[in-house]
């Protein structure tokens, strides 16, 4: 089954919720509905806000707003690179993947 | 009225009939037991503490029976058992107290999830608590002891308990159980504070436990505000160091060392985040007392100059 | 200050889960020995939900509420173990094109019962076709659970007497997934048709793992109290029956469908105990219509009121005071189930007695 790239919309899983205590070194995020904690870095922590914020976007457009957020190059973080950490976080049942 | 006010006898009798039950803040201990001497050492280990009656209600209620021991010879080992229960294997005879010690540790960090319970020692001098988590090699029972005795108020060497709803810290004084070497290093450095019975070959080597000083245990169920969050490190013969910890980084540590902070869920992620914020996280490494003792000194009065 | 004798912790504990506002009524030593017994049998978080259902948790006096809640966060904190070890097993079966079954614990957490969150796990039971049993164990294996007992001995009774491969365990989780083909032990007296419950199971949720229907896992919850169960668990089995029949039994058309699928599946027997059990221990309401026609189910008389008699006494819940704890009710048991189980005395015992000297080692204990 394949599927490009602007056929995955992300969400947070339903009853889903997270919190964030940003510090200098380094964010910790607790994960209400599994009874996890993370330690994040900066982009992982923004696009999880903007997953948060912002359901269903495609993947494209998550990066075009993290880049945005972060204020950095795409040769900084390169769409693929955001891709492998979606489906990490998805993985970790920290967001989920839906047909757009 | 007070264990030690009791006569040898007495205190027996009553552990070998209805109980022998102390109050041990937070909590009250019900202790029902045939060992005479079982009651004798609980009797030095406790004496300042407050009696409770049998009747009162108990948070916990332990017997240590003997049982037949695995070699087939009668009674030479003692069973913990509470609620009916005995979440442990036998120890030998002689090791009760231990067993009691150990065994009450481990039910205490198994119910009482109205609190966050770290894994460390607390002390407070000041106003001013000092957390000093547990690892290896981290001293912290024989610091949180040898503290105790320049002046230091001791709240426990194992339990930080934080309050939920701040950043207090509610003490649990237990007597502190020395091991090894360490027994040796604080008879040296308080030649005068108690310490209890040797036993040789438990399952951390040699025991023995510090009696926690009346001064300690007058100061009651007072809590404290943590002003610090020092990671001890002993090495012998390292002279001190002390470097400041990201916070985050405490973060982390101090919720992997606690004892229910994933039971306690949403409320424990908030308790240790109020408390990297409001405190200052080091690593202490050393290896002397008087050098640690010192350090510690110049972190307390560095956040009364806040 | 109390006259009379006090009334032993088991009858106030059974008293206090019925009506949670006797509660209100207890002095200190009643409480403290409340609170001992429902933890010795395993249903400490359970009283606590019962008085929060009935409102009055938050008149209980400071301290037993404070372990009330303790208790029933212990338990909620195993319950989302248990999710996320349920989500983890989906996603490897699901890719094998495996179907699932949640069973027991597992699936009252997937129905949403509220005593779902109050049980002290320490695994989750799946149940898979048995065309599958041996497909669903490789692809746990390969993605990286691991057999809990490499003893050959309990391999060997795994997987020849019982209805289930050993337990797998994923390194750093503290949850073992128990992987069954069927509800009872193949060489079993009851011998159900394990097709039977998958086509009359339920789908649960957005994923697909299913759970037994209300009928069956009513049956299969008496199974298990009578012929599966640990000695220990055993009240604590019978709340989980009661929850159940309560759940499912506010629906008229559920009874007749119970008689009926009991008859169906050869198991009448252990729905007659089952109804007489909860009958006389926590009086749980039952039409008389269903309790009737269970007498269908019934063994000869004289066996019939020797069990009845027992089942009381075996079923209440364990005394924590007594030391040492009675042996009465385990001796019932073990010739309940070797009689059922049509195994060997000599091979029964051996084999339960290494089972629970392991699980005591396990010291998942009652908090």
């Known amino acids: 089954m394949v599927t490009t ?9 339903a009853g889903q919720r997270l919190l964030f205590e940003d510090f200098d070194d380094g964010i910790v995020m607790f994960d209400a509905l599994v009874g996890a904690t993370h330690l994040l870095n900066a982009s992982a922590a923004e696009t999880l806000a903007i997953v948060e914020d912002a359901p269903g976007l495609a993947t494209t457009d998550i990066h075009r707003r993290l880049l945005d957020r972060l204020s950095i190059p795409e040769a900084a973080l390169p769409l693929s690179e955001l891709e492998v950490l979606l489906w990490r976080l998805e993985d970790l049942n920290l967001v989920c993947a839906v047909a757009q | 009225m007070r264990v030690g006010s009791l006569s040898r006898d007495d205190a027996q009798t009553r552990m070998a009939a209805n109980g022998l039950a102390l109050h041990i803040p937070p909590i009250t201990v019900r202790v029902r037991s045939p060992l005479r001497f079982l009651a004798e050492q609980m009797r030095d280990l406790y004496c300042d503490y407050e009696l409770a009656d049998a009747g009162d209600f108990a948070d916990v209620d332990i017997r240590m029976v003997r049982v037949r021991g695995i070699r087939n010879f009668p009674h030479t080992e003692v069973q913990f058992i509470v609620d009916g229960t005995t979440p442990f294997d036998p120890f030998p005879l002689a090791q009760a107290l231990p067993m009691f010690e150990w065994g009450l540790n481990w039910v205490f960090a198994h119910r009482m999830h109205r609190y966050l319970l770290l894994h460390a020692a607390v002390v407070e001098r000041g106003e001013r608590a000092l957390v000093l988590p547990a690892w290896p090699g981290s001293g912290k029972s024989t610091l949180a002891a040898s503290l105790s005795c320049r ?17 207090n810290v509610v003490p649990f004084a237990r007597p502190a159980a020395l091991k090894n070497e360490s027994i040796d290093v604080m008879r040296e450095f308080a030649p005068d ?8 070959e438990t399952r951390k080597g040699t025991v023995a436990h510090f009696r926690v000083p009346t001064q300690s245990i007058l100061r009651g169920r007072a809590p404290a505000r943590v002003a610090a969050i020092v990671f001890p490190q002993f090495n012998a013969g390292a002279s001190v160091s002390l470097s400041a910890l990201g916070k985050a980084t405490a973060f982390l540590k101090l919720a992997g060392n606690a004892f229910n902070y994933e039971v306690v869920g949403e409320r424990g992620f908030r308790a240790v985040s109020a408390l990297v914020r409001k405190s200052d996280s080091y690593v202490l490494r050393y290896g002397d007392l008087a050098s640690a003792h010192a350090a510690l000194d110049d972190i307390v009065r560095r956040t009364h100059m806040q | 200050m109390n006259a009379y004798p006090r009334k032993p912790a088991p009858a106030i504990l059974v008293n206090a889960i019925l009506d949670p506002r006797s509660l209100a009524d207890l002095d200190a030593a009643s409480w403290e020995r409340v609170l001992s017994c429902a933890r010795r049998n395993a249903v400490l978080a359970y009283l606590g939900e019962c008085a929060s ?16 809640l303790s208790a029933r966060m212990s338990a909620a904190r195993l319950a989302q173990l248990a999710r996320w070890e349920l989500d983890r097993v989906r996603r490897v079966l699901q890719a094998a094109g495996i179907p699932m079954m949640a069973l027991k614990g597992a699936a009252y957490i997937l129905r949403g019962m509220p005593h779902a969150a109050t049980r002290l796990l320490s695994d989750i039971d799946i149940m898979v076709p048995p065309s599958h049993i041996a497909a669903a164990e490789q692809a746990l294996l390969a993605a990286g659970w691991r057999a809990t007992n490499v003893d050959p001995y309990d391999q060997r009774y795994y997987r020849k007497w019982s209805h289930e491969i050993p337990p797998l365990q994923y390194p750093g989780r503290l949850l073992a997934v128990d992987v069954h083909h069927t509800i009872c032990p193949p060489v079993s007296r009851l011998r159900p048709d394990p097709e039977a419950f998958w086509i009359d199971s339920e789908a649960r949720g957005d994923s697909d793992v299913r759970v037994l229907s209300p009928a069956d896992s009513v049956l299969h919850a008496a199974v298990h109290l009578f012929f599966d169960s640990d000695f220990d668990g055993r009240f604590r089995d019978l709340i989980d029956l009661h929850e159940l029949v309560v759940a499912f039994g506010a629906d008229d058309a559920f009874w007749p469908r119970l008689v009926a699928r009991a008859r169906e599946q050869g198991l009448g027997r252990p729905l007659y105990y089952a109804l007489q059990a909860l009958s006389r221990v926590l009086g749980t309401p039952v039409p008389a219509v269903a309790s009737q026609a ?31 704890p009675a042996h009465r009710g385990r001796l019932w048991l073990l010739y309940v189930r070797s009689h059922w189980l049509r195994m060997p005395a000599h091979l029964l015992v051996p084999h339960l007695v290494r089972k629970s000297l392991r699980r005591g080692r396990q010291g998942a204990a009652n908090v």
């Open chain 3, 53 to 68: 259902l009935a409102g009055v948790i938050d008149n209980l006096p400071e301290i037993p509420r404070e372990y009330l």
């Open chain 2, 193 to 200: 504070a108690f310490i209890g019975t040797l036993y040789p």
């Open chain 2, 151 to 167: 002046g230091w108020r001791y709240l426990s060497d194992e339990f930080g308990i934080i309050a939920l709803e701040g950043v």
């Open chain 1, 5 to 13: 790239k602007s056929e995955i919309g992300w969400r947070l899983p």
């Open chain 3, 294 to 324: 269970a007498i269908e189910f019934r063994p000869p008389l004289p066996v019939a009121q020797w069990m009845n008699r027992t089942l009381a006494n075996v079923l209440a819940p364990i005394d924590p005071q007594r030391w040492p």
